[in-house]
């Protein structure tokens, strides 16, 4: 839940965030301790953005001792109207562990690539790869990898179907086939998407 955030556009090309929250990926707040977290965002051309953010704060459950921390970095590039990239990293670190002497740290990344081929039709790919030593964010000690591919179809002006197929994969038995525990997974979707504008 926010608490309390600050917004402010420089100009078009520099924008500044604060915010003040209770919890992180909990419903209900674990201690009595918030996290802030700053964000800074430049985009100094139409085809090129960058944004950083950081979060810091106690989120050890009942404990405000232990700050947990957390990077995330975005770049966006669009060479063209119809082609764009984007790269997303994040590094987090600070929970201690009952038999650990260091505190536990994870970290991923993804990258996302989308071609529109036509008005009406697109085609987008996604990886990502999570590593979580520890197992402290999925519960085993592990690497996770994922590929998506999508296909975008766009009915009417508003309406659009999705058709996505993802792999996952782990080093670890971490998806279940039947009653037994296995190392990947297959995930077929198909989905229906209806959009619309607020100022509209």
């Not at 402010?8 to 674990?30: M, S």
């Not at 139409?46 to 953010?53: E, G, I, M, V, Y």
């Amino acid at each position: 839940m926010v608490v309390e955030r600050i917004n402010h556009l420089f100009n078009g090309k520099y924008a500044f965030t604060g915010y003040v929250v209770n919890g992180w990926n909990n419903v209900v707040d674990n201690n009595t301790g918030k996290t802030y977290g700053v964000g800074f965002g430049w985009t100094p051309h139409s085809k090129f953005s960058l944004t950083q953010n950081y979060m810091a704060g106690p989120e050890t459950a009942g404990s405000n001792m232990n700050w947990r921390q957390l990077s995330d970095t975005v770049v966006s590039v669009s060479p063209t109207d119809r082609l764009s990239f984007i790269l997303n990293y994040d590094y987090g670190r600070g929970d201690r562990v009952d038999g650990l002497l260091n505190p536990v740290s994870w970290q991923g990344w993804a990258g996302f690539v989308r071609y529109k081929m036509s008005d009406r039709n697109a085609v987008a790919m996604r990886y990502e790869w999570f590593n979580d030593p520890e197992g402290f964010t999925t519960g085993a000690g592990q690497q996770l990898k994922e590929f998506t591919g999508t296909f975008e179809h766009r009915i009417a002006n508003r309406l659009i179907t999705r058709w996505e197929y993802r792999y996952d994969y782990s080093n670890q038995p971490s998806y279940t086939k039947g009653d037994a525990p296995v190392g990947s997974q297959s995930t077929v979707a198909a989905g229906l998407i209806y959009t619309f504008d607020m100022r509209e």
